[in-house]
Nanobody
Framework: QVQLVESGGGLVQAGGSLRLSCAASGRIVNLSAMGWYRQAPGNQRELVARVGTGGTNYSDSVKGRFTISRDNAGTTVYLQMNSLKSDDTAVYYC??????????????WGQGTQVTVSS
Protein backbone atom coordinates (compact mmCIF):
# COMPACT_ATOMS: atom_id res chain seq x y z
CA GLN A 1 0.00 0.00 0.00
CA VAL A 2 0.99 3.60 -0.56
CA GLN A 3 0.38 6.41 1.89
CA LEU A 4 0.48 10.12 1.09
CA VAL A 5 0.81 12.72 3.84
CA GLU A 6 0.22 16.34 2.93
CA SER A 7 1.10 19.48 4.82
CA GLY A 8 1.38 23.22 4.30
CA GLY A 9 -2.15 24.40 3.72
CA GLY A 10 -3.68 27.33 5.54
CA LEU A 11 -5.08 30.83 5.32
CA VAL A 12 -3.23 33.52 3.41
CA GLN A 13 -4.06 36.95 2.01
CA ALA A 14 -4.33 37.51 -1.70
CA GLY A 15 -0.89 38.05 -3.19
CA GLY A 16 0.75 35.87 -0.58
CA SER A 17 2.51 32.53 -0.83
CA LEU A 18 2.17 29.02 0.53
CA ARG A 19 4.17 25.85 0.06
CA LEU A 20 2.51 22.46 0.09
CA SER A 21 4.39 19.22 0.73
CA CYS A 22 3.41 15.63 0.11
CA ALA A 23 5.47 12.69 1.33
CA ALA A 24 4.82 9.25 -0.09
CA SER A 25 5.65 6.02 1.71
CA GLY A 26 4.96 2.34 1.37
CA ARG A 27 5.36 0.06 -1.61
CA ILE A 28 6.24 2.48 -4.40
CA VAL A 29 7.23 0.61 -7.53
CA ASN A 30 7.10 1.89 -11.09
CA LEU A 31 6.28 5.43 -10.02
CA SER A 32 4.86 7.26 -13.01
CA ALA A 33 3.93 10.69 -11.69
CA MET A 34 3.19 12.81 -8.65
CA GLY A 35 1.13 15.92 -8.62
CA TRP A 36 -1.47 18.15 -7.10
CA TYR A 37 -5.15 18.50 -7.79
CA ARG A 38 -7.67 20.83 -6.19
CA GLN A 39 -11.38 20.94 -5.63
CA ALA A 40 -13.38 24.01 -4.74
CA PRO A 41 -16.95 23.75 -3.38
CA GLY A 42 -19.37 22.90 -6.17
CA ASN A 43 -16.57 22.23 -8.65
CA GLN A 44 -14.96 19.09 -9.99
CA ARG A 45 -11.48 18.10 -8.95
CA GLU A 46 -8.97 19.60 -11.37
CA LEU A 47 -5.29 19.15 -12.10
CA VAL A 48 -3.04 21.89 -10.76
CA ALA A 49 0.42 20.57 -11.55
CA ARG A 50 2.09 17.24 -12.20
CA VAL A 51 5.62 15.95 -12.64
CA GLY A 52 6.55 12.55 -13.94
CA THR A 53 8.00 10.44 -16.70
CA GLY A 54 6.06 12.50 -19.21
CA GLY A 55 7.48 15.79 -17.99
CA THR A 56 5.94 18.63 -16.02
CA ASN A 57 2.65 20.30 -16.72
CA TYR A 58 0.51 22.97 -15.13
CA SER A 59 -3.03 24.13 -15.51
CA ASP A 60 -3.27 27.41 -17.38
CA SER A 61 -4.71 29.13 -14.34
CA VAL A 62 -1.53 28.62 -12.28
CA LYS A 63 1.23 28.89 -14.88
CA GLY A 64 3.81 31.45 -13.86
CA ARG A 65 2.60 31.48 -10.26
CA PHE A 66 2.96 27.90 -9.03
CA THR A 67 6.01 25.65 -9.20
CA ILE A 68 6.05 21.90 -8.63
CA SER A 69 9.19 20.09 -7.59
CA ARG A 70 10.35 16.76 -6.18
CA ASP A 71 13.10 15.72 -3.80
CA ASN A 72 16.05 13.63 -4.96
CA ALA A 73 14.39 10.39 -3.89
CA GLY A 74 11.37 11.35 -5.97
CA THR A 75 8.86 10.45 -3.29
CA THR A 76 8.19 13.90 -1.88
CA VAL A 77 6.56 16.52 -4.02
CA TYR A 78 6.23 20.21 -3.30
CA LEU A 79 3.98 22.92 -4.66
CA GLN A 80 5.22 26.47 -4.25
CA MET A 81 2.27 28.79 -4.70
CA ASN A 82 2.95 32.49 -5.22
CA SER A 83 0.73 35.45 -6.05
CA LEU A 84 -2.24 33.60 -4.64
CA LYS A 85 -5.73 34.67 -5.65
CA SER A 86 -9.12 34.06 -4.09
CA ASP A 87 -9.86 31.70 -6.99
CA ASP A 88 -7.10 29.44 -5.68
CA THR A 89 -9.17 28.67 -2.59
CA ALA A 90 -9.81 24.93 -2.55
CA VAL A 91 -8.90 21.63 -0.96
CA TYR A 92 -5.61 20.53 -2.50
CA TYR A 93 -5.01 16.81 -2.96
CA CYS A 94 -1.72 15.08 -3.54
CA UNK A 95 -1.78 12.41 -6.22
CA UNK A 96 0.62 9.58 -7.02
CA UNK A 97 0.37 7.36 -10.07
CA UNK A 98 1.96 3.94 -10.33
CA UNK A 99 2.23 1.96 -13.52
CA UNK A 100 0.72 -1.47 -12.98
CA UNK A 101 1.22 -2.94 -16.42
CA UNK A 102 1.78 -2.14 -20.07
CA UNK A 103 -1.21 0.17 -20.14
CA UNK A 104 -2.42 0.07 -16.56
CA UNK A 105 -2.10 2.74 -13.90
CA UNK A 106 -3.23 3.09 -10.32
CA UNK A 107 -3.92 6.35 -8.53
CA UNK A 108 -3.33 7.10 -4.87
CA TRP A 109 -4.66 10.18 -3.10
CA GLY A 110 -3.81 12.15 -0.01
CA GLN A 111 -6.41 13.25 2.49
CA GLY A 112 -6.41 16.83 1.21
CA THR A 113 -5.26 20.10 2.70
CA GLN A 114 -7.31 23.29 2.76
CA VAL A 115 -5.95 26.43 1.12
CA THR A 116 -7.94 29.59 1.74
CA VAL A 117 -7.01 32.88 0.11
CA SER A 118 -8.69 35.96 1.54
CA SER A 119 -9.22 39.01 -0.62
Amino acid sequence: QVQLVESGGGLVQAGGSLRLSCAASGRIVNLSAMGWYRQAPGNQRELVARVGTGGTNYSDSVKGRFTISRDNAGTTVYLQMNSLKSDDTAVYYCNLVIRTGVVGFRDYWGQGTQVTVSS
